[in-house]
């Protein structure tokens, strides 16, 4: 298999053996079979890319009963709309502006600009958050983003001056249709804003967790600016942003058209003394992984063998990577907690755990928590104080396995 962004030889360094769709949440007594896929991933060892080997077909995972929701998290909501504040006093405050989201989901940063009498156009594949969306007031268009709907939509609307994608572009691997699609629709001097999980973050924190199906791409400036660069784009801003357990908002701009800003040498010169795009960096962390594995898989049976109880916290997408890659089912964690209403009553793909709404979880609290949606980290601890006050404590395994 080779490179999805410039044909060259991909290097193997992780492996995480057949998984299944992260969010396939299955109904219990279902009797269909689950599409299962190989997750393993690769470094370019031309562009640096760092890249899934196996692609799962687009309309397995964005289809109508697509469950993730954006406002899931109260810190999300906030620094959506931050954002759409932050747009609006520069990007969007010229003349009848005209901005386009990618992957909207249910309306969370678009509700703002909306609100702002704004212009603007969410693309969303996904029917049942689309629909969210549209009942907040955004206008959105059931699609997959790429090259033919960039034409649609510039016809139809005329130049964008923002086009933003959060969480949605490394979901994307036919990338050449994308960026021409970004090409024909951005005007002259707009830019593409777009903020995906930190391939420096996974490396240093071992967040081996990011990689499931959907995230197809792990960017890095470096391998960023390459891809921009073969569609005339140029990476002309980078900022470290505190979500997701570590990513990097990019700025694209045409080329010539903006002076990049000093933060952008700044990270690939610290990419660079990091190596980690390294094919030996990379390898290194496979092993960490395989290191961590083991000592989840240590503690959840010593805990098991004790009698204590364990629950799962948020049923991520993410999980479904450590479910299945460390073998845990139903007998090491009873059920998994998560707000989410489409994922409540069914299973966790793979791995059959039950999903159980947030009032399963003081009912009675378990021993222990194992804190899948440790991206939230602060927000929910903050939330289940009277958790640990009634004696609980939280399992977490990025960095490393530890009790807090
Ligand atoms: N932007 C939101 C956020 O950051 O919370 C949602 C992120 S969600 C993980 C990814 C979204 O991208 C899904 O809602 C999915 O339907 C959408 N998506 C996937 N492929 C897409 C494409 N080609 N064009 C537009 N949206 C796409
Ligand atoms: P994410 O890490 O991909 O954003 O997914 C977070 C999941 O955790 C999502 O299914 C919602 C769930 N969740 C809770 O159950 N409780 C919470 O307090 C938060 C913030 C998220
Ligand atoms: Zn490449």
Not at 14 to 33: L, R
Not at 360 to 367: E, I, T, V
Request: glycine content about 8%; aromatic content about 10%; proline content about 6%.
């Amino acid at each position: 298999m080779a490179c999805r962004i410039c044909s060259g030889r991909l290097h193997q360094f992780a492996d995480f053996g057949s998984q299944p769709v992260s969010d396939a949440f299955v109904t219990p007594g279902d009797p269909a079979e689950e599409y299962m896929f190989r997750l393993a991933v690769g470094v370019c060892e031309s562009c640096s890319m760092v890249q899934l080997l196996e692609e799962v077909p687009r309309e397995r995972m964005f289809h109508e009963g697509y469950p993730y929701l954006s406002s899931g998290s109260a810190v999300m909501r906030e620094h959506f709309w931050s954002l759409a504040e932050r747009f609006l006093a520069t990007e969007l405050s010229g003349d009848d502006p005209f901005v386009v989201e990618l992957g909207c989901n249910d309306g969370t940063m678009l509700q703002r600009v909306a609100e702002a009498g704004v212009r603007h156009l969410g693309v969303e594949p996904s029917g049942g958050v689309a629909d969210l969306a549209a009942a907040k007031g955004v206008r959105v268009r059931k699609d997959f983003f790429e090259a033919a709907t960039a034409a649609a939509i510039r016809a139809e609307d005329g130049p964008a001056d923002v086009v933003y994608a959060a969480n949605t572009l490394c979901h994307i691997p036919y990338m050449d249709s994308i960026l021409s699609g970004v090409a024909t629709l951005l005007r002259p001097g707009g830019v593409f804003v777009f903020e995906d999980p930190y391939l420096g973050d996974i490396v240093e924190r071992a967040s081996y967790d990011q990689i499931y199906d959907e995230h197809f791409y792990f960017f890095s400036a470096r391998s960023v600016r390459g891809m921009a660069r073969r569609h005339g784009f140029e990476l002309v801003d980078v900022e470290r942003l505190p979500v997701h357990g570590g990513e990097v908002r990019y700025t694209l701009a045409r080329q010539g058209a903006r002076t990049p800003s000093p933060a952008v040498a700044e990270l690939l010169a610290a990419e660079d003394a990091a190596q980690i795009s390294d094919p030996a960096t990379l390898r290194a962390f496979a092993e960490r992984v395989a290191r961590n594995r083991d000592e989840l898989v240590a503690l959840l049976t010593r805990l098991r063998d004790e009698g204590a109880r364990v629950y799962g916290y948020g049923a991520t997408a993410k999980s479904a990577t450590v479910l299945n890659y460390c073998g845990i089912g139903p007998d090491l964690v009873t059920f998994v907690s998560d707000t989410t209403p489409a994922k409540q009553g069914r299973l966790t793909p793979g791995s059959h755990i039950p999903v159980r709404g947030p009032e399963a979880f003081a009912d009675p609290y378990p021993d222990y928590a194992l804190l899948f949606a440790w991206n939230h980290a602060e927000e929910i601890m903050a939330k289940e104080e009277a958790f640990r006050e009634a004696g609980g404590a939280w399992i977490l395994y990025v960095p490393e396995v530890r009790l807090v």
